[in-house]
């Protein structure tokens, strides 16, 4: 039996940081969309209260 090297190799190093990179802009991307989906939202509602006011004063 050959017996595998315990620690990663010249390659292995490069990849998980590239990885943990990716993953990290990945989160960050997935958070900018959930803070703009959250104004969008915020907007409508504003504007769904708004126009609920208006059609009770009448």
């Known amino acids: 039996m050959t017996k595998q090297p315990q620690e990663p190799g010249p390659g292995r190093s490069t990849s998980d940081?590239?990885?943990?990179?990716?993953?990290?802009?990945?989160?960050?991307?997935n958070e900018r969309a959930q803070k703009?989906?959250?104004?969008v939202r915020s907007a409508r509602?504003?504007?769904?209260?708004?126009?609920?006011r208006q059609?009770?004063?009448f």
């Open 17 to 29: 940081a590239a990885f943990n990179e990716l993953r990290k802009e990945i989160g960050e991307r």
């Open 36 to 39: 703009e989906a959250r104004k």
């Open 45 to 52: 509602e504003r504007e769904q209260v708004l126009r609920r």
């Open 55 to 57: 059609e009770d004063r």
